[in-house]
T-cell receptor
Framework: NAGVTQTPKFRILKIGQSMTLQCTQD?????MYWYRQDPGMGLKLIYY???????DKGEVPNGYNVSRSTTEDFPLRLELAAPSQTSVYFC?????????????FGPGTRLTVT | GNSVTQMEGPVTLSEEAFLTINCTYT??????LFWYVQYPGEGLQLLLK?????DKGSNKGFEATYRKETTSFHLEKGSVQVSDSAVYFC????????????FGGGTRVLVKP
């Protein structure tokens, strides 16, 4: 029962490098989300998607891009990495049609930019 | 806008002690309220929820009651265990706002044997 999976688990980037954080869910959920969690802080929403082909900005979208070509996948792209993007990134999904409201989270990707 | 405020930690307790974590919110609509738990090295898991005023959510011995009059959703457990050591997040969701969760800053709880 995979749920929400994220790769990689850890990554160290140099300033100015780019990378893609992968997120896949196998629950056929229509909504997907990307959050970042800074040390000692709550989660802040970066981007979200209400279905394939539809994405929208969250609270802190600058420096990131997303795409949603399939229901299952929701990759997060970092262009020109900066130290301020050092954080733990969580992907989540939700079946918004059932009225349950529960979001299911992946295990996270810990990113360090130096 | 919407916001969630919860007590800062860390909260350090002995096993079998009573735990309370305060959570208050401000919201522009009628929110659903949640407690999520994050165990070390893991993602967040839903602990309990309440979707309307006076509802009580409960799970694994934890309880929280949706108090609209005080805009609060305090988490309680009568007798904690070492395995309850984690970070606890209070959150709200307003369905009309795209099902986006707004989180509090989290409260780290450490239970000592």
């Amino acid at each position: 029962n995979a749920g929400v999976t994220q790769t990689p688990k850890f990554r160290i980037l140099k300033i100015g490098q780019s990378m893609t954080l992968q997120c896949t869910q196998d629950m056929n959920h229509n909504y997907m989300y990307w959050y970042r969690q800074d040390p000692g802080m709550g989660l802040k929403l970066i981007y979200y998607s209400v279905g394939a082909g539809i994405t929208d900005k969250g609270e802190v979208p600058n420096g990131y891009n997303v795409s949603r070509s399939t229901t299952e996948d929701f990759p997060l792209r970092l262009e020109l990495a900066a130290p301020s993007q050092t954080s733990v990134y969580f992907c989540a999904s939700q079946n918004a049609g059932t009225g349950e409201h529960e979001q299911y989270f992946g295990p996270g990707t810990r990113l360090t930019v130096t | 806008g919407n916001s969630v405020t919860q007590m800062e930690g860390p909260v350090t307790l002995s096993e079998e002690a009573f735990l309370t974590i305060n959570c208050t919110y401000t919201a522009t609509g009628y929110p659903s309220l949640f407690w999520y738990v994050q165990y070390p090295g893991e993602g967040l898991q839903l602990l309990l929820k309440a979707t309307k005023a006076d509802d009580k959510g409960s799970n694994k011995g934890f309880e929280a009651t949706y108090r609209k009059e005080t805009t609060s959703f305090h988490l309680e457990k009568g007798s904690v265990q070492v395995s309850d050591s984690a970070v606890y997040f209070c959150a709200l969701l307003i369905k009309a706002a795209g099902n986006k969760l707004t989180f509090g800053g989290g409260t780290r709880v450490l239970v000592k044997p």
